[in-house]
């Protein structure tokens, strides 16, 4: 009984996969979108894997980080070398390129993650902070990944006329997260946010998890780079400060910490608005500032609770589930 | 052999001497109580026992095996579970995952299986739901299963966190005031529930409490600590009549 319901979900998940994705691509192809549209599909994408994935650390290991950015570098870097250093097709060297940007961006998720273990809550939030500017640093003097010039003509590997690949990618990071966190795993992670005493009385090896969380965020994180990288073509150290870092916390946050749904929603909104706003010319960032408290605001507030539960939206719902 | 032997169990806090010499030896299948006035040193040993702090001096030995200088997971494993006096339940899980977790080392899959729900995943899980239910039909908190736990009304939430703690299938259970704040009728239902599992799931029990009447009325041996030291150690009608034991904790 409870295993169909949980089969329906997934069907129903699955349908919404197909039509949205149906949906774009006949926008795609029957060139029906502006170019300005068009270039933001990727974009949504990129902000949604790192949204989910960070959601992961904040969201359900109740950690601040603010070093999300780091890991994307390091991911972007790797790919776009691994790009640029095999000459073979797209279908062999772009998975080889998201594979190792994953696992390099992985593994400086274990390096960050041992030593931040004996940090909590702001400490952290700081210590990861200045983690995500020790890479770009790093990556502004190395000499392979060309300083503070950057990289350029990486292929496009990752552009609009690849999106069904990058969505597949997309789609693959939101299941793999929720996934988890419905797994094993995921229920020690967030025992951890709710109360490590307790978990540690359970049985739980609180290290290992708190690493294992930020491994795993930072693997896709990593291949969000990758894409980021073969979409725009040319990477900078400058791009991944901490700026980037906390645009992507603030899609957490929108979204509600430990709500994958939220944190794919606030991405898709996040991406979009900025661009919307163009036409305000000088007044963008201000209106989008304003945008983003007054969300906020309706986000936590009891408006927003009763318009959930009140009758018209119930009848709604109950309409939809009927149909 | 005992279960549980604690010899000459000492901590100090900067220069403040908590708990000296304490020693304690508990039979198989014992319902043992711990007692003293507050302040006495009674959650400090737990604390030493379930790893939390590393005691000073002295030895725990559970079924032969140190535990002192093991943390707290591994003494989990080893086989000792606690409650905590300051319920510390996942608050925003539910009861039925707040049960799973206590579950985590028994059953086991990949982190592979996990993110891709492939493999062993379904089984396991099907599994883990099946004890977890279990164990809440022990307590009757079944139909609970689904709520939040941070949602359940107070004596649920007390006997939640010993549900998840003999999830975690342990030899010794460690009770720390499983009935604080209750009301009489939930004492004794307290009773009949902590002597019940005692000889359903075969274990032994060590608890802090102060509600005498339910020390009197399942424990089958007491400790009194006070200063951080044994007062005295005997069955409970030789310690409560105990003049030391009277001027100390329980009064005139």
Known sequence: ?323 | MALLEVKNLGISFGGLRAVDDFNITIEKGCLYGLIGPNGAGKTTVFNMLTGVYLPTDGSILLDGTNLVGKNPAQICQSGVARTFQNIRLFGKMTVLDNVKVALHNEYNYSLASGLLHLGKYKKTEAAMDQRALEILDVFGMKEYAGLLASNLPYGEQRKLEIARALATNPKLLLLDEPAAGMNPNETAELMDTIRFIRNKFEITILLIEHDMKLVTGICEKLTVLNFGTELTTGTPEVVLNDPEVITAYLGE
């Open chain 1, 1 to 323: 009984m409870k295993n169909k319901q949980i089969d329906k979900q997934l069907i129903k998940n699955l349908a919404i996969i197909v039509i949205v994705f149906a949906a774009i691509e006949f926008l795609l192809y029957g060139d029906l979108l502006t170019r300005q549209f068009r270039s933001l599909l990727i974009p949504v994408c990129i902000n949604v894997i790192l949204a989910v994935s960070l959601n992961l650390t904040t969201g359900f290991l109740g950690e601040l980080t603010l070093g999300h950015a780091g890991f994307m570098s390091v991911g972007a870097y790797t790919g776009a070398l691994v790009t640029m250093n095999l000459n073979l097709p797209m279908i062999i060297e772009f998975p080889i390129a998201l594979i190792a940007g994953g696992l390099v961006a992985s593994l400086f998720g274990v390096i960050i993650g041992v030593p931040v273990l004996r940090l909590r809550g702001d400490y952290l939030a700081i210590v990861t902070l200045a983690f995500g500017e020790i890479i770009k640093s790093i990556i502004n003097s190395l000499k392979i990944t060309n300083g503070a010039m950057g990289l350029s003509n990486i292929e496009l590997h990752g552009n609009y006329k690849n999106f069904g690949y990058v969505f597949f990618l997309t789609v693959i990071t939101i299941f793999a997260i929720k996934n988890m966190v419905n797994s094993r795993q995921g229920r020690a992670v967030c025992s951890i946010r709710d109360n490590y005493i307790a978990a540690e009385a359970v049985g739980i090896n609180v290290s290992k998890f708190k690493v294992m969380a930020f491994v795993v965020a930072a693997f896709f994180a990593g291949i969000a780079g990758v894409i980021y990288g073969h979409n725009v073509g040319t990477l900078k150290p400058t791009t991944f400060d901490y700026n980037k870092s906390i645009e992507i916390l603030v899609i957490v946050v929108l979204g509600g910490m430990g709500s994958i749904k939220g944190s794919v929603i606030a991405a898709i909104i996040l991406t979009i608005l900025p661009e919307m706003l163009r036409s305000a010319d000088e007044f963008r960032m201000f209106l989008y500032a304003v945008v983003l408290i007054a969300m906020m605001i309706f986000n936590s507030s009891q408006i927003k609770q009763r318009i959930l539960s009140s009758d018209i939206f119930l009848k709604l719902k109950k309409t939809k589930k009927e149909a």
